[in-house]
């Protein structure tokens, strides 16, 4: 399903998007995040992005939460939850304060992404004990230092 996609990105340099939509319980975080025996398509993606790196390049992620109007780091620096801002600048629109964390493993990608699950807001609802409250964006970024890549 992604290959395209991260052929796209680490061929062309070319951006990349992929997103899940459906009803509470159709499986969203489980296709984007899977389990430990099944990784989904993120881990899954940064293991075939990392698999592509060489020693200069660059993988990071970044995870946030959008909850009601509220822009949230799930995985700030320090312990507290840093409220994110989108700006306008030069025509082009912005996310500012997002941390970035440096990614060599799916394996290091997998804990990042835990980590950040415990921070998002949930709640219980009829169908599911612990149904997210919110909308979650991981963004990854490849920065190719390489010559000839």
Known sequence: VMDPLIEAVVQKGQDGLAFTYGVTNAGKSYTMLGT???PGL??????TLSNSLSAEDELSLGYMEVYNDDLNDLLPMDSTKTELRIRER???TELQGLSRHRVSSMKEGIQLLTKGDRMRKTNSTK???ASSRSHCVCSLELIRKSKGK
């Open 36 to 38: 430990k025996t099944d």
């Open 42 to 47: 993120i881990p899954q993606s940064i293991e």
């Open 90 to 92: 030069d025509g082009a």
């Open 127 to 129: 169908l599911n004990k």
